[in-house]
Every structure is written in structure tokens, then in C-alpha cells.
Antibody, heavy 117, light 110 residues
Framework: EVQVVESGGGLVQPGESLRLSCAASGFSVSRSWMHWVRQVPGKGLQWVSRMNIDGRVTNYAASVKGRFTISRDNAKNTLYLQMNSLRADDTAVYYC??????????WGQGTLVTVSS | QSVLTQPPSASGTPGQRVTISCSGSSSNIGNDYVYWYQQLPGTAPRLLIYKNNQRPSGVPDRFSGSKSGTSASLAISGLRSEDEADYYCVGWDASLSGYVFGTGTQVTVL
């Protein structure tokens, strides 16, 4: 059974860092396009970042470029999102997704990140 | 910062057909595929349509997608109470080198 489980969310102050994890089971992150998408509670969806199958291509939304870094650990079958210089407008539920927009599209239940002083 | 525009709401009675529009530009919808997601309250989004008009396994054929030029639409036929949800279109934007979501449409079954 395919499962995607995010963790690492929490309350941080502006300017601080946080690393989100996305543990995958039932498939390999090294054989899938992996994405991060976020949603401010009560608001719409925003795509954040993606990594391609060989891990050499990454893309970021303009609002997080230079502050966020997507990476993965194939041995742990886990995707990460390192978030630095966090701002209040980064407050959101962060979802991890496999094969976003594809026939094997699978999402986790999300992890809440709150940036507040 | 959504660059894809959707109507904020749509509604219909059970059994009716509801259509949701998604308007973009030549750098996104006009240049690549459109995808549609359904999000029920308190849950993660679920893919309904990929590559403009393809349905993933398990999605009822009551849901259909189409695209023309820089616009796309999602149709729900035979509306059911369980279709009450938020619906989002999304596409790749070549000028931004990233995916862009629509503003979202809340569907209400009267």
C-alpha cells in the first residue's frame, strides 16, 4: 500500500529554520517525481517545489526560491524540505505528493507550519 | 499569487450538471496540460483529471475535463451530495518554471 507521511511541522519564530520530512512507503522516492504543496488554512493551494526522478532537477516557487531546499535520502526513502528564513506568510499546511498530476498521484495528510513571534 | 482564475462558487441540485471554468494564459494553460483536484473539507486534495481530460483509476466518469486555448473546464454531471468540495485547476507555467493553481471553486449541492 502506498503511503506518504509528512512530519516536522510546528511553531517557529520569523527568521528561524525548520526541516520537513516526507516518509514514503509502498514506492521509492528515487523513482518518482516528488513535490511539496502548501495551503494556508482556509485558503487555496500553492505549489512549492519539486524534484525529478534522478534528483538532479529541482524547481521552486518564486516566493520560496533561495530560502527553501528540496532534497531526499534514498536509503531512508524520505523526501525533505529545508525551510530557512521563515516568514509569517510561510504559515501553512505543507503536503508532500508523489507523481503530482500523474496517474499515480498520492498525497500525505500534511503537516502544519506556523511562523509567529 | 494565483495566475489561473476560477469562479469562487458554483452550485446545483442533485442530478444536475455543473461546470467550473479555469482561465489562464499562453504561458500556462495555452502551453501545457491542465489538471483538476478535488478537496473535501479537512482532507488532502485528490486528483480528478490529468492531462486535460484523463481520469485516474477510481474517479467516476461523472467528472470530465476539457481544454481550449488558454481556458479549461471541469464538468460534473449527475451531481451528488458527496461532490460538495473545493475544486482547483493547476498547470505548469513556463515563464515561472513552476506549477500554478487556480483560485479555487467551492461547489455546493443545493
Amino acid at each position: 500500500e502506498v503511503q506518504v507521511v509528512e512530519s516536522g511541522g510546528g511553531l517557529v519564530q520569523p527568521g528561524e529554520s525548520l526541516r520537513l520530512s516526507c516518509a514514503a512507503s509502498g514506492f521509492s522516492v528515487s523513482r518518482s517525481w516528488m513535490h511539496w504543496v502548501r495551503q494556508v488554512p482556509g485558503k487555496g493551494l500553492q505549489w512549492v517545489s519539486r524534484m525529478n526522478i534522478d534528483g538532479r532537477v529541482t524547481n521552486y516557487a518564486a516566493s520560496v526560491k533561495g530560502r527553501f531546499t528540496i532534497s531526499r535520502d534514498n536509503a531512508k526513502n524520505t523526501l525533505y524540505l529545508q525551510m530557512n528564513s521563515l516568514r509569517a506568510d510561510d504559515t501553512a499546511v505543507y503536503y508532500c505528493a508523489r507523481d503530482f498530476g500523474g496517474p499515480n498521484d498520492d498525497w500525505g495528510q500534511g503537516t502544519l507550519v506556523t511562523v509567529s513571534s | 499569487q494565483s495566475v489561473l482564475t476560477q469562479p469562487p462558487s458554483a452550485s446545483g441540485t442533485p442530478g444536475q450538471r455543473v461546470t467550473i471554468s479555469c482561465s489562464g494564459s499562453s504561458s500556462n494553460i495555452g502551453n501545457d496540460y491542465v489538471y483538476w483536484y478535488q478537496q473535501l473539507p479537512g482532507t488532502a486534495p485528490r486528483l480528478l483529471i490529468y492531462k486535460n481530460n484523463q481520469r485516474p483509476s477510481g474517479v467516476p466518469d461523472r467528472f470530465s475535463g476539457s481544454k481550449s486555448g488558454t481556458s479549461a473546464s471541469l464538468a460534473i454531471s449527475g451531481l451528488r451530495s458527496e461532490d460538495e468540495a473545493d475544486y482547483y485547476c493547476v498547470g505548469w507555467d513556463a515563464s515561472l518554471s513552476g506549477y500554478v493553481f487556480g483560485t479555487g471553486t467551492q461547489v455546493t449541492v443545493l
